[in-house]
């Protein structure tokens, strides 16, 4: 990753424009072209850099219900649940914590969302019967909002 690769990053995560061509506005702001800034941000992406471009929505403004939930997942499980975990189309992410050594111990957690409390009730029973495992839900009292941006000015042999 060079300068270049560095300064489209940091244009992208500050504020992603809102324009019909976004990645011309990006690839000014980098000084190249926009083909280039498109080739530069799809080797990124291949290269595992880049995950995913796409908005930050906030659920609730939008009506929206949703909640962290956790499971203990025997070990030999954890693949076979992330993967029905997926498959829900209002699961937005699931990952791995460690747990004390105890089969008890909630290992998985997800985050789930849906338009109402019945649907996400709904996905959360359906989560639960198809794995056999209880789901503990955990919802929001207070919610704190953060902002990550990555300082990416480093030098090219970073």
Known sequence: ?????????????????????????????????????LARVRSLAADGILRKIGPVLDSRALGHVSTLAAMAVPEERTDEVAELLNSFDGVTHNYLREAENSPTAFNMWFTAHARDERELSGILSEIERRTSLKAMRLDAVKIYKISVHFDLSGTDED
Do not use: N, T, W
């Not at 990053?9 to 324009?19: D, G, K, S, V």
């Open 1 to 37: 990753m060079d300068h270049i690769d560095r300064k489209l990053l940091q244009e992208m995560q500050a504020a992603f424009p809102l324009a019909e061509r976004p990645f011309a506005a990006i690839a000014r702001a980098a000084g190249i072209s926009e083909e280039e800034a």
